[in-house]
Structure formats: C-alpha cells, structure tokens
Nanobody
Framework: VQLQAYGGGLVQAGGSLRLSCAAS????????MGWYRQAPGKQRELVAT???????NYADSVAGRFTVSRDNAKNTVHLQMNSLKPEDTAVYYC??????????WGQGTLVTVSS
C-alpha cells in the first residue's frame, strides 16, 4: 500500500489545518490508520489513530483540539487540527496497518505553527 499525505503548511498559533492521507495499491484489509509526528530533535510520537469501525484514540497533548476521521470508501484518513500551538510544529506522518503486514507510512507533511 502507498500513502500520500498532504495539507501541511504554515499557520499562526490558534489557527487550523486539515491534513489528508490517501491510500492506494494493496488497500484490502486496511484496519487502523492514523498519524504520528516528529518535531526537530525529538522522537516520533503518536498523534491519533482510528480503526476501520471508527474508534479513535488521541495523544493527551492534542485531545480536544485534533479530530481524526476516515472515509473507508475512498481509503483516506484526515486530521483536523484546531487551536494549533507552536509546539505542534512537526513533520506529520500518516500510517496504515494491515494484518500480517508491516506498517505502511506516508512521506510526511510539514506543519509549522508560528507564535
């Protein structure tokens, strides 16, 4: 499966961005999808996950501000980011899990939040 992420950019603190990630190729049996992020000098961290049935999970740092959603018919996952903070600045990576397969990663999209 190939993942193409887009929607990153520069935004002021308090603003919003919407990231999207489209899956193509071997998309059968994709279960969980979601987003990680990696800030400069820091480890990659989980931001949000969503299962095929729509169950979600969020990092404490983004809960209440970010919303993950997916469109199973279009094999896409989205991340609506509101009330952005400078500490949200990072490269955001989408991922997709399938049974018995290694996790698939998107190429990353940069989000920069200015203060």
């Amino acid at each position: 499966v190939q993942l193409q992420a887009y929607g990153g950019g520069l935004v002021q603190a308090g603003g919003s961005l919407r990231l999207s990630c489209a899956a193509s190729g071997s998309i059968a049996n994709i279960n969980a999808m979601g987003w990680y992020r990696q800030a400069p000098g820091k480890q990659r961290e989980l931001v949000a996950t969503i299962t095929f049935s729509g169950s979600t999970n969020y990092a404490d740092s983004v809960a209440g501000r970010f919303t993950v959603s997916r469109d199973n018919a279009k094999n896409t996952v989205h991340l609506q980011m509101n009330s952005l903070k400078p500490e949200d600045t990072a490269v955001y990576y989408c991922y997709a899990d399938r049974p018995w397969r290694n996790r698939a990663w998107g190429q990353g999209t940069l989000v920069t939040v200015s203060s």
